[in-house]
């Protein structure tokens, strides 16, 4: 199967090629993203329509009396028109050499058409498109809109366009949407006849990605649902592709705004309840994203979630990628205006500790087009964070992964990069170093905990990077979410439900006498015991702390636990200059 992201002269000469080698091809994409026009380039071709009331006995008369080399039939959506085209070309009488079948979603995908032999050629969104159809709009923000909501689909922007030019203003964003929306779903009902299902469509754009609990009305509803040609299964149940998830939460936002906020806090109060008591990697980080795009500010969902999608593949590098490393790795440091020549440098010692260590972004023509380094902490790539190391040696005392380094000029493939990244970090602790003001913002709406800068202006920028950690352990994601939502909400954040480990007398003795500033000696000559066994203590109340998903590796870290857990007077703000000074968290 071959797809292009521009339904021109390149996609044209691929459906004529497929028509002249196979008898049935399937040309899919999405809803209104050119299909139809694309056919009429086809010389010759008879055509269908199912849209139309007569279609179905225009098919069957097509069929039965062919007139060409080539038959188009278009719209065939939804199981119903799917089957009765099947049941057609059943018949003795069907004697066209060549079919085109116009669906949105790929006949394959239906049990039914599996072994039809069918070729498949997909088109794809094209911002080029949709740039060009903004052009006529007088004003600046209105074309802005236009390309912000289309999302490469040129039917999108073709409403928008009419939209604007009703007198709805641009700021409007959701006025506009609500237009929109109103034709998608006209031509969303042709698949699914009646009105039901239409309210659930719009919650399912609110939640994000939704199951039976989210979604109401039995599973009946839930499998009508699922067979709309915007609707994919994801892991957590039925989600809707962009950009359409997109439109149909704004115009939600904009008719209804206490329904919409209220759906989305019932959808994130259900998601943190199945992520704390999540067993299964794989689920979790998918739950996590989800409580993410639940409980994350403006800055975070528009950055993460742009209304836009992008058919790419991210994997982790081999040696044979070493060219693709070094451009993309030089490009981003003219892009954040760094110094080529120390960024080849970091490149090398990154590529000789672990080459795997970089994630690669490859389009659907193979191309490179993204890049970020994500380093394990460990002994084989610590010369690479050597700085950080010296001056920040808490951050990645705890292990985990360090981000040095990420850079995609796509927006819409940024996002799939740095969610691959959270996703490929979690389990544990994350620590990111970056010059970016870009980056330093996002990561700061992440609400990751800031240690600082390091002294040493690494890249020749003018400016120091910054050092941020988060911990992505089962045990902490909850309250990092709840965190984040309370932040975005502009509420104090409230303390989470923290396990407290029972820690044994005398080795709260030994814990309060450490980290109030005493030497461990000291602390072991007032306990009584040897600085060995004293030592031996604290251990067992790290690994207390480890087991109850609160890690605690440094004296501060201890301090922290203490004052958190309201174990004894010592508060990491005022502790003795002996313990690190607290940096807070953002």
Known sequence: MRSSGDAGPAVLGELRSAAAAHPLVNLTGPLGVGKSALTAGLPGAARVDLDRP??????????????????????????ARRNTLYA???????????????SRRPLLSDPRWTHSGAA?????????????????????????????????????????????????????????????TEEILERLGRELPGRQWRHALRLLATVGSGDERLLPGGPDHFSSLASLSVVERDRLGLRITEPFRTLFELAYRWRRPESHESARIRARDYRLALLAGARDPAERAALAEQGLFLSAGPLVRRTLFPADARAVRVRSAVAADAADIGGLMRQWAVHSGFDPR???????????????????????????????????????????????????????????????????????????????????ASGGPLVVSTANPEYQGLVNSLGFRVHGSIRDDVFHCGRPPAVYSNDFSAAALPWWLGRLNAEGNGNPPRPPARPVPRIAPKELQVLLDYVS?????????????????????????????????????????LAHRVHEDGLGPVAPETSTPQIEPYRGTR
């Open 54 to 79: 007569d279609g179905p006995a225009a098919l069957r008369r097509a069929l039965s009396e062919p007139a060409g080399p080539t038959l188009v039939v278009d719209s065939v959506d939804g199981r």
């Open 88 to 102: 057609e070309l059943e018949h003795p009488d069907h004697r066209w050499p060549t079919l085109v079948v116009v």
């Open 120 to 180: 498949t050629v997909a088109v794809a969104p094209s911002e080029e498109r949709i740039a060009a159809q903004a052009a006529p709009v007088a004003d600046p923000d209105g074309r802005a809109v236009v390309v912000q909501l289309a999302g490469g689909i040129p039917l999108i922007a073709d409403a928008a366009r009419r939209a604007l030019d009703t007198g709805i203003p641009p700021t409007a964003l959701g006025a506009v949407a609500d237009q929109v």
């Open 342 to 424: 120390r960024c080849d440098r970091l490149t090398e010692r990154w590529a000789g500790d672990d080459i795997s260590s970089f994630h690669l972004v490859y389009d659907r023509d193979d191309r490179a087009i993204g890049i970020a380094g994500l380093m394990p902490i460990d002994e084989r790539t610590s010369t690479g964070m050597e700085p950080l190391l010296q001056q920040h040696s808490a951050a990645a005392a705890a292990g985990g992964h360090f981000l040095g380094a990420a850079h995609c000029p796509d927006p819409a493939v940024r996002a799939i990069l740095l969610r691959h990244l959270l996703q490929h």
């Open 517 to 557: 500033g005493m030497t461990l000696k000291s602390a072991a000559r007032r306990a009584g015991i040897t600085p060995n066994t004293a030592k031996d203590y604290l251990n067992r109340v790290k690994s207390k702390y480890r087991l109850a998903g609160r890690p605690a590796y440094t004296k501060i870290d």
